[in-house]
C-alpha cells in the first residue's frame, strides 16, 4: 500500500482564478490541485473593489469549485472607503484587502504608491478594528528605464531589489498599525525571509503571528537562471539567486508559522507566454499545487512538516472556522508518481503549467466527509 | 545641412553571420548597419575548426558583403593543434581564436571548461609567437540546478555572476601568456570594467593594451528589467543591473584604448525568441549597429567620441593594416533620425532588431573612396 498523509483543510492563501473563459478553466483545478481553501486575489479588470461585485464573483467560483472555500478581498486603490470596508467586513464579504504597488505585475495598473501608504491610514485602521488582513506585493515599482532617458533614480529599484527596499515599508506598517494582520505576498529573497524573523522576534509559542509572508511554490524550486530564456518560468517577483532559494526553502521547511503557503498560481494563455516582447508574469501551478510543494518537502525529508505550511499555520493566522468550511473533506497526498503534462487545453484555452513533463511523486486524494 | 561626423574604417569586433539562409540575410546588413570590419564568430554548426572551412566561410561572406573585411576565427575545441594554427595563423587565415566556455550560449556545447584552460597552453603559445588574439566569452559556467537536485555547487553560479567569477581566469591568462593579445568579450558587470582597469593600469600613453574588452551596442541600454519579459532582450551574457550599465557607457565613453566595440549581434528567427521555454540567446544589431552606439554617445553629449571606440582603437589593437581593406569607403553618420522597424522579414526570414519601433538619431553614410 502506498504511503499517505493526511494534510487536514490544505489552504492556498493566493490564488489568481481571473475572470471569464480563463475563470472557468482554471477554477475546476483547485481540488484536483490538492487545496480546500482558496484566498482570491482581486486583480480583476477592473479591479474588485465594491460589495456587490465581490459577493458576485464569489458566487460565480462556488458554482464552479463547490468544495472549495474561498476567501475574498479587495483591491486597495483611493476608491475604497473606510465605510465601505468595515460593511463588507462586517458583512464577511471580505476577509482582507490586497496593496498591489502600481504597475509591478499583472492588472496592477491601478494600485498604490508604497511611497505614500499614509493615503490609506484611515482604511487600515477600519481593517485593524475590523480584523481583516493587509495583502502586501511587497515590491518598489522599478525606476521607468525607457529608451531615450539618460538618468536614472539614485534608488536605482530593479527587479531583483525590489523586494528588499520594500521591507522598510511593512516594518513601518506593523509599527504604526501592530495589529493589524499583514501578509507580505510570494516573498522571494532571504532580507525578507530575515524581516519576517526580526518582526516575529518576540514572538511566544503558541502565540500568533501578526505579521506572516506567504511562500509559492514555484519560487522554491526557481532561480533567475530559470527564467532567463524561459519565460514560462517569468512571474513578479521574479525568482532570485540560489541563496535565496536557499532561504525561502528554509523558511518554508522551518516550522515557523509566520510562513504560510500562497501559490500566486497565476495562469495566462500560452499565447501570452510566447512572446518576444511583453510576456505576462505568472507561473501557474494551481492543478498540482500541493503536489509542487510536496515534492520540495520530500527531498528534503521533511514531508512529516508539509501539513505545517499548507494547512496548519495559515488557517491559524486567518482563523479559520472550520464548521463554516464549504466541504469537510480532507487532501490526503498519496505517494505516486505522475506526470505534469506539456500544456492543458481546455474551453480552447492552452495554458502551460509550471514544470511541464516533469514526474512528481506525491499525488492528490481526498478522504470523504 | 545635417551635421556629419566621419568615423574611419569602422569596425565591429565581434560579429555572428551564421550560416545558410540566415547568413544571406543578416550579412547584408553589414555594411548598412555603419561597418567596414568584422570580426567573424566561429560558432558555426559544426564549430569552425579548419583552415578549408574558414577560407570558405570567409569566400561565402565577401561574396555576400564585397565591401567588408572580414576578420575570421577558429573555435577553440580540443581538435586545434598547435601545428594547425600556426600554419593558419602564417596563411593570413584567422585573426584569433574564440573561446567559449562549454554550454554558454548558442553553439557552444563543444567548448572549454574554464577551470581547465591549462590543456590549451600550447595552442596559447603558439598564438602569443604569432600574434593571434585570443577572443573569451567570459563566463563560468551556471551550476547545472535540474529539477530535482537538492544540492548546489558552493560556488553558486549564475547568469549575474558568471562573469566576475571567470575574471581570475583573465588574470592568470595574462599573467601566464603576457604578450597574448586577449578581449574580453561583451563584457557586462562594473567588476569586469574595473579588471580591465587593472590589467592596463601600467599602459603608458600610446602603448597599445595586450588585454581589452569589448562592448555591445545592446549593453549599452539594457538591464536585467529590460529582458526580464522581454524575450528579444535576452542574451548571454545577460544584461545586468543599473550600476553595471553605466560602468559599461562610462568605459564606452572613457577614451581608454582598452574599450572597443563590438556588437555580439546575434540573430535568430522571430520564432525561436518567441517561446515560452528555450529562447535562444542574442539580440539582433547588425543592420543599425553604429547607430545604435551613437546614439548612446549622442546622449551623453560624447558623439565626438565616438570614433574612437567603433574604430580607432579596436583597429589598433587589432593591427588593421589600412592598405589591405576590401574598401576605403569611410563611414559618415549623419544626424538624421529613422525608425527601426518592428520586424525585418527576408527570404523567408523574419527577425525583429533591437529596440524595435523606436526612432534613433543617427544615419549611415558611406564616403566613396
Known sequence: MSEEIELGYTADYHVHLRQGKMMEVVTKSVTPGG???AY??????????????VVEYKASLEAISPKTTFLMSFYLCKELTPELVEKAAKMGAIQGIK??????????????????FSAFYPIFKVMEDNDLVLNLHGEKPSVSKKHGESHESSEDIHVLNAEPKFLPALFK??????????????CTTKEAIEAMHKLNSDLKAGEQPKVVASI????????????????????????????????????????KPYFIFGSDSAPHELS??????????GVYTQPYAISYVAEVFHQYGQIGKLKNFVSTFGNAFYSIDESKLKSK?????????????EVLIDNNITIAPFLPGSTLQWSVEWTSS
Open 99 to 116: 496593496c498591489y504597488p502600481a504597475g509591478v505585475t499583472t492588472n496592477s495598473t491601478d494600485g498604490v504608491d508604497p511611497n505614500d
Open 173 to 186: 506598517l506593523h509599527s504604526d498599525f501592530p495589529n493589524l494582520r499583514i501578509v507580505l505576498e510570494h
Open 40 to 53: 482570491i486575489m482581486p486583480n480583476l479588470s477592473p479591479p474588485i473593489t465594491d460589495i456587490d461585485r
Open 272 to 281: 501570452k507566454k510566447s512572446l518576444h516582447i511583453g510576456v505576462c508574469a
Open 329 to 341: 473533506d480532507k487532501c490526503v497526498i498519496v505517494k505516486k508518481e505522475f506526470k505534469v503534462p
Open 35 to 37: 487545496v480546500s481553501i
Open 216 to 255: 509559492t511554490a514555484h519560487h522554491l524550486y526557481l532561480t533567475i537562471d530559470d527564467w532567463a530564456g524561459n519565460p514560462i518560468n517569468f512571474c513578479k517577483p521574479v525568482a532570485k539567486l540560489p541563496e535565496d532559494k536557499r532561504a525561502l526553502i528554509g523558511a518554508a521547511l522551518s516550522g
